[in-house]
Nanobody
Framework: QVQLVESGGGLVQAGGSLRLSCAAS????????MAWFRQAPGKEREFVAG????????NYAQSAKGRFTISRDNAKNTGFLQMNSLKPEDTAVYYC?????????????????WGQGTQVTVSS
């Protein structure tokens, strides 16, 4: 059974930074794509960034490019999302997800395991 546990969310002022972590259980973590999605109140869950197994094939949403960096430490079965220059519109619950595809999918249906989410709130 695969479990994904996010941490690192919190309250930050606009312009600040946060680093989210996603700890994964289960085997063969390094072979799976992992991604970060977010969901703001009243909105659909949206793709933020994804990284293929062994660090190949990074994808970013346009809103994340230049500000967010996705990475992974396969030795520790952990993924990360470094978020800089945060804006109030980044406020959402952030979820990590795992996919068996080799490349990050941009859609929710492309992922088979999800974490419980971590709240990120950016104040203006």
């Amino acid at each position: 059974q695969v479990q994904l546990v996010e941490s690192g969310g919190g309250l930050v002022q606009a312009g600040g930074s946060l680093r989210l972590s996603c700890a994964a259980s289960g085997r063969a973590f390094s072979t799976y794509t992992m991604a970060w999605f977010r969901q703001a109140p009243g909105k659909e869950r949206e793709f933020v960034a994804g990284i293929g197994g062994f660090g190949l094939y990074e994808n970013y949403a346009q809103s994340a490019k230049g500000r967010f960096t996705i990475s992974r430490d396969n030795a520790k079965n952990t993924g990360f999302l470094q978020m800089n220059s945060l804006k109030p519109e980044d406020t959402a619950v952030y979820y990590c997800a795992r996919s068996q595809s080799s490349r990050p999918s941009l859609v929710v249906s492309g992922y088979d395991y999800w974490g419980q989410g971590t709240q990120v709130t950016v104040s203006s």
